[in-house]
């Protein structure tokens, strides 16, 4: 987080007053997001918090286009569920969604109601989902951006947070729009006057730097000194040169019906991939550490250990 200042709002403005004066207090470009605040936002506790993302930032696509890939790969790992999420914020408040997802990716059943209509039993289903989740992230290092209330708040960035974590940690067939950033105003009850406050959220990085699977080794030093010379190696991302390739080395013929030769979709390049590692385990060579998806997902690291692995092998080949 970085950037922060504030202002003061007095608690009984209406909503028109609140805007108003919210522009006059920040006194920055970011005034806008005072567009969105609501009647409730004057009624709160003493040290009760609010927060809201700032209308450009909703707009800003690679923010959009985050939102979209979360929503789109929650909807299809619950697909079997016949679950589809329309939108974050209102589809997993409550639990229910989150439980499934969690049940569905590790693997696991949670002891919890399966349907709660009152604030409390929602809020004691999240408690319960959340445990599980810190469980499996703590011990890797995550950070945790969440808790009960924020989820229950449906406050985006919580669950944006959430999800990013969650789709890092189970190695998600999806791939992130990375360096986006949110500015969220946050408006806090001090001594009975709102205080307002600008934050930058950070909710993605670069997808190496989330992932943190690999250790550092002679392909970070590659990276660090020609990673412009590397690009060339994309050409593999549709796992047709590495079917074809892997006909060659083997001397063989790849009948056309196991592969897509000229694949359009996500899918169909997953599954030239993976035929391809198939075909690299069939001729000695060891499982390949990326996964297909990583590949695909146009991950030059995953490329190059790819191979790497068919160079160490047929360097020798005649």
């Not at 923010?63 to 929503?71: A, D, M, N, R």
């Amino acid at each position: 987080m970085a950037d922060c200042h504030g202002g003061i709002l007095t608690s009984n403005l209406w909503v028109s007053d609140l805007q108003e004066e919210g522009k006059n207090a920040i006194n920055t470009p970011l005034s806008p997001a005072f567009v969105d605040v609501h009647p409730e936002d004057t009624q709160l506790e003493e040290n009760e918090e609010r927060t809201m993302i700032d209308p450009t930032s909703k707009d800003d696509p690679k923010f959009k286009e985050l939102v979209k890939v979360l929503t789109d790969w929650v909807s299809d790992v619950l697909v079997e569920e016949r679950i589809i999420v329309k939108q974050l914020e209102e589809d997993l408040y409550d639990g229910q969604v989150l439980q499934k997802l969690l049940e569905k990716l590790a693997g696991c059943k949670l002891n919890v109601a399966e349907v709660t209509q009152s604030e409390i039993g929602q809020k004691q289903k999240l408690q319960t989902v959340l445990e599980a989740v810190h469980g499996l992230l703590r011990p890797h290092g995550w950070a945790l951006q969440w808790t009960v209330d924020s989820i229950h708040g449906k406050n985006l960035v919580a669950i944006l947070h959430l999800l990013v974590s969650l789709a890092m940690h189970f190695r998600a067939p999806i791939r992130l729009p990375e360096h986006v950033s949110v500015q969220v105003v946050v408006v806090r009850k001090r001594e009975g006057l709102l205080h307002s406050s600008h934050v930058t959220e950070e909710l993605t990085t670069t997808t190496e730097a989330m992932m943190g699977r690999f250790e550092r080794d002679a392909f970070d030093t590659l990276f660090d000194h020609a990673p412009d010379k590397l690009s060339v190696v994309k050409k593999f991302a549709d796992g047709v040169y590495l079917v074809l390739l892997m006909g060659l080395l083997e001397d063989y013929f790849v009948p056309l019906h196991n592969f897509y030769l000229t694949p359009d979709s996500f899918d169909q390049r997953v599954h030239n991939v993976s035929f391809a590692f198939e075909l690299m385990l069939d001729g000695g060579l060891r499982k390949p550490k990326a996964r297909p998806e990583d590949v695909v997902n146009l991950d030059l690291k995953s490329t190059l250990r790819v191979l790497y692995n068919l160079f160490t092998k047929y360097k020798n080949a005649e």
